[in-house]
């Protein structure tokens, strides 16, 4: 790679001067530009190997500026890659789509993906013609748990079915982030009362929160084996939470762990919405209810029109938390989605096994319950997987 040019383009001084120092002691040759205009100069000029920039520049359009580049012979095959501010889904799709390369979210951890992916572009021969999607296809797989309504044991389930996954995954990293707001539940079913949680994570400086943090610092919960980034402790906190962080916690979080586990419950927001359009697979919970089931369907609808596929849907119809209600063949004609798994009638069980902090296959080993979490586990990991490979 020594010799090999990479023009910088971003509007921030602190980023564009950390990554002009990062790359020259990579031993490459690199200019910058401090706006997108000044960018496509630059580009057309000095014929650069590589385009490093910010598509959230304020002079010019991230469509315009990567089609500018790419409608012109003189940089119509240098590789572009998006190092962007903006981690949503929508501003990705359209980077792409114009024609650059790959699309990478700054963050803590993002260097080592960006070193891999030059260390990529320069070993081979000929230019990418579309996005290279093999280094988000090696981060961690997305599992977002979401209900309609309180009361239908998603934190519950979360947990329970997060164990399975690393009991039938042992050799795998994972982390259950606690998302519900504005007071979490998870570490008050695994019995965690540690200091550390979603609120004073989101409240350090995004360098700090990288891979090494997380390994380190999050509780690892030896009877539910996984690692647990709490929820807000209290709806105080929780409402006064730095929502703008929290998709770069749960991109952070997916370059270091091979699963990450998130537990929305029934938080639909702006926040939450993007989390789920980019999810692996969406583990929809159900209580036998009716009004439970009319609400599902409407959040159904809902994420149906923001483009949410139905094969990602996992939904999962909860008896444990009550046996009276709709049969399943009902609940899915309402809903209009196939249930996948039934948790049968546990009784008091269901809530003991809470009360004491213990997961549900360790409690009551024998109990019909244990089966179906082991199952669905293996399920889920399969259908996530294979979403995967298919997208």
């Not at 031993?27 to 580009?43: D, R, S």
């Not at 329970?160 to 539940?185: F, H, K, Y």
């Not at 849907?313 to 009276?324: D, F, K, Q, S, T």
Request: proline share 6%.
């Amino acid at each position: 790679m020594v010799g090999k040019s990479i023009l910088i383009v971003d509007d921030h001084p602190a980023s564009r001067n950390y990554l002009v120092n990062y790359l020259r002691g990579k031993q490459f040759n690199v200019w910058e530009a401090p706006t997108g205009k000044e960018g496509l100069i630059m580009a057309w000029r000095d014929k650069p190997d590589l385009v490093l920039f910010d598509p959230t520049l304020h002079d010019i359009a991230d469509q315009e500026f990567i089609q500018k580049l790419r409608n012109d012979p003189r940089t119509s095959a240098t590789f572009l890659i998006a190092f962007s501010s903006d981690p949503s889904p929508a501003r990705r799709e359209v980077c792409l789509k114009a024609g650059a390369n790959e699309y990478l979210v700054k963050s803590p951890q993002v260097m080592p993906a960006l070193e891999e992916s030059l260390n990529r572009i320069f070993s081979s021969e000929t230019p990418l013609d579309v996005a290279d999607t093999s280094k988000e296809e090696k981060n961690g797989l997305l599992i977002v748990f979401l209900s309609a309504k309180g009361g239908t044991g998603t934190s519950s389930l979360c947990a329970n079915l997060a164990m399975n996954i690393q009991q039938a995954q042992p050799e795998a990293r994972l982390v259950v982030a606690d998302l519900v707001l504005p007071i979490g539940s998870i570490a008050q079913i695994v019995g965690n009362d540690g200091k550390l949680n979603l609120v004073t994570v989101a409240d350090l400086p995004p360098e700090q929160t990288n891979l090494e943090y997380f390994h380190k610092n999050l509780p690892q919960l030896e009877r539910w084996q996984f690692q647990l980034l709490p929820g807000s402790p209290d709806p105080q906190q929780g409402n006064s939470i730095k929502g703008e962080r929290i998709g770069q916690i749960v991109d952070s979080l997916s370059s270091a762990y091979d699963f990450v586990i998130l537990d929305i419950g029934r938080s639909l927001s702006r926040i939450s919405l993007p989390l789920i359009q980019k999810a692996d697979l969406i583990v929809l919970i159900v209580s036998t209810d009716q009004s439970t089931i009319k609400l599902t369907k409407t959040i159904w609808d809902y994420l149906q029109v923001q483009g949410v596929d139905n094969q990602k849907v996992y939904a999962i119809l909860n008896r444990a938390v009550g046996l009276e209600g709709l049969t399943k063949t009902q609940a899915e004609e309402i809903i209009g989605l196939p249930i996948k798994t039934t948790v049968p009638y546990m009784g008091s069980n269901f809530a003991l096994a809470n009360n004491l902090n213990q997961p549900i296959i360790i409690k009551y080993p024998t109990d019909t319950a244990s089966i179906i979490f082991k199952s669905t586990a293996e399920d889920m990991i399969r259908l996530a997987q294979r979403l995967r490979q298919a997208g």
